[in-house]
């Protein structure tokens, strides 16, 4: 079957690093997406990998590994309002998403 | 550019009853989506569409109707509304294959 595995919760103090990591297992590959969902609203997109290494968006990056099925999602200089879940997808050979159940990130001042 | 739009947001239906999400895309955008969240579990597909006029079964489509007449809209049905449907539903779009999706703000729907 396919399966994506993220932390369920994790927490962090404001101004701080944060990694959020992401690994599948999925029926082909044909990119990996993060997605930011703030409480009671729709996800957004952050970030597409389909190569393997570091995508750099300003305070964001996000890195992949396909031999590993790894992804991981890097937030620098915290702030209060990076308070949400983080939803990793991966699109499988049929270029359907299969998402992970998401990450809830809570930022400490 | 209102982008992806969904009504109703919230809706309360009694078990049995019948409705219809409606979501409206003004991209030009080939693929739209319908899908569920419930809390614990990621997003789940219910049913999409690659065209106009076109439509497929997703992960959990039982229970759930679709219908893609114009390209700009995307209908999902629930005939015999069960409480099993209490979920927050999500409409999304996108131009292809790869690109990434929009969503719209969601319809909370309540089964009692």
């Known amino acids: 079957g396919q399966n994506i595995d993220q932390p369920t919760e994790m927490t962090a103090t404001e101004g701080a690093i944060v990694q959020i990591n992401c690994t599948y297992q999925?029926?082909?590959?044909?990119?990996l997406f993060w997605y930011q969902q703030h409480a009671g609203e729709a996800p957004t997109f952050l970030s597409y990998?389909?190569l393997d290494g570091l995508e750099e968006k300003g305070r964001f990056s996000s890195f992949l590994s396909r031999s590993k099925g790894y992804s991981y999602l890097l937030l620098k200089e915290l702030q209060m309002k990076d308070s949400a879940s983080y939803l990793c997808a991966v699109m499988d050979s049929n270029y359907q998403l299969i998402w992970g159940a998401g990450t809830k990130l809570i930022i400490k001042p | 550019n209102a982008g992806v739009t969904q009504t109703p947001k919230f809706r309360v239906l009694k078990t049995g009853q019948s409705m219809t999400l409606l979501c409206a895309q003004d991209m030009n955008h080939e693929y739209m989506y319908w899908y569920r969240q419930d809390p614990g579990m990621g997003l789940r597909l219910i049913h999409y569409?690659?065209?106009?006029?076109?439509?497929a079964k997703g992960e959990v489509p039982d229970g759930y109707n679709v219908s893609r007449l114009k390209k700009q809209n995307f209908l999902l049905g629930l005939e015999s509304a069960a409480p099993s449907q209490t979920s927050v539903y999500f409409c999304?779009?996108?131009?292809?294959?790869?690109?990434?999706?929009?969503f719209g703000e969601g319809s909370r729907l309540t089964v009692l």
């Open positions: 569409s690659v065209g106009e006029g076109t439509t």
């Open positions: 999304a779009s996108r131009t292809g294959d790869t690109g990434e999706l929009f």
């Open positions: 990998n389909v």
């Open positions: 999925t029926s082909g590959f044909n990119g």
